[in-house]
């Protein structure tokens, strides 16, 4: 059994900082890709950030230079931290982990319940 489960949402002030973090737990052999994607009001879910297991890393035009993936391998962990905040990066943040349970031979992606942020004065 896998689990994914995310923490760091909440309701900020525009301009403001939020650090989200999405830990996986349970039988896992290894990892490959962590991200995390978002759903805003009435649109359809986009990738806001992924990184690979060598750390090299993408984002979505509206997040570069304010938003910053990481990970940390040891405690199965990805971050993602996030400045200047804007009203319009308001949505479900749904974090994602590619991982290969201990005795299989493929990799499953793997979801977390998601966790709203809410960027408003």
């Known amino acids: 059994q896998v689990q994914v489960v995310e923490s760091g949402g909440g309701l900020v002030q525009p301009g403001g900082s939020l650090r989200l973090s999405c830990a996986a737990s349970g039988s896992i052999s290894s990892i490959r890709t962590m991200g995390w994607y978002r759903r805003a009001p009435r649109k359809q879910r986009d990738m806001v950030a992924q990184?690979?297991?060598?750390?090299?890393?993408d984002y979505a035009d509206s997040v570069k230079d304010r938003f910053t993936i990481s990970r940390d391998n040891a405690k199965n962990t990805v971050y993602l931290q996030m400045n200047s905040l804007k009203p319009e990066d308001t949505a479900v943040y749904y974090c994602?982990?590619?991982?290969?349970?201990?005795?299989?031979?493929?990799?499953?992606?793997?979801w977390g319940q998601g966790t709203q942020v809410t960027v408003s004065s």
């Open positions: 990184i690979t297991t060598t750390s090299s890393a």
């Open positions: 994602f982990q590619d991982i290969r349970s201990t005795g299989s031979s493929s990799y499953t992606t793997y």
